[in-house]
C-alpha cells in the first residue's frame, strides 16, 4: 500500500486522478441522461487530484492533504523507486 499511496502522493499520481475523474465526466455527459451518475462519479478523483488530497491515506494513518503526505512518507517520492 505503500507503493500506491507514494504513485498517489506524487505530481503525476495527482495527475492521473484529475484525467481519470475528467474522462468518467465527459463518459457520462456522452451518455446523456443515463450517465449523470458516471459524471457525478468522476467528480471524486477530479477534486482530490485537484485539490491534492489523498482519501486512501487516513487508512493508514497517514495525513489526508498531499504535502503533508509527502513529508510524512519521506524524501523517497519516486513511485517507481518505491
Known sequence: MNKLLRFIASPAGRITRATIGTSLIAAGIARGRKGWPLAVAGLLPLSMGAF??????????LPFDGPQLRATLGPENDPIAG
Open 52 to 61: 491534492d488530497w489523498c482519501l486512501l491515506a487516513p487508512l493508514k494513518g
